[in-house]
């Protein structure tokens, strides 16, 4: 299962760190993405990593803003948004795969297969 928070209401320019934790997963090899999906719009793919590798993706809409991290032992992973937008307004979702993802196949929703129940952000201007 996978349990996303930390969402909430900021003010243009502020932080929020979103968490994701993974119980039940009993291995370390595998791909976790953050998504997001504003109203009306589709799904994005924000930011992922994998375990082994420590490789990233980000967003162009993200880059520089926000940094995914991952903590092994407490099977959580971590998405840091500094710079926070009216348009980062959205449900951030989280999503493992058991696929080794990097680059733009990371925001490929379809090579997910668990996912969270999302969690609200809202950016204020």
């Known amino acids: 299962q996978l349990q996303a928070s930390g969402g909430g209401l900021v003010q243009r320019g502020g932080s929020l760190t979103l968490s994701c934790v993974a119980s039940?997963?009993?291995?370390?090899?595998?791909?976790v993405g953050w998504f997001r999906q504003a109203p009306g719009k589709e799904r994005e793919g924000v930011s992922c990593?994998?375990?082994?590798?420590?490789?990233?993706y980000y967003a162009d809409s993200v880059k520089g803003r926000f940094t995914i991290s991952r903590d092994n032992a407490k099977k959580t992973v971590y998405l840091q948004m500094n710079s926070l937008k009216p348009e980062d307004t959205a449900v951030y979702y989280c999503?493992?795969?058991?696929?080794?993802?990097?680059?733009?196949?990371?925001?490929?929703?379809?090579?997910?297969?668990?996912w969270g129940q999302g969690t609200l952000v809202t950016v204020s201007s």
């Open positions: 990593l994998y375990s082994s590798y420590g490789t990233t």
């Open positions: 999503a493992t795969s058991r696929h080794v993802l990097s680059g733009t196949t990371c925001s490929r929703g379809d090579l997910y297969d668990y």
């Open positions: 039940g997963f009993t291995s370390d090899y595998y791909t």
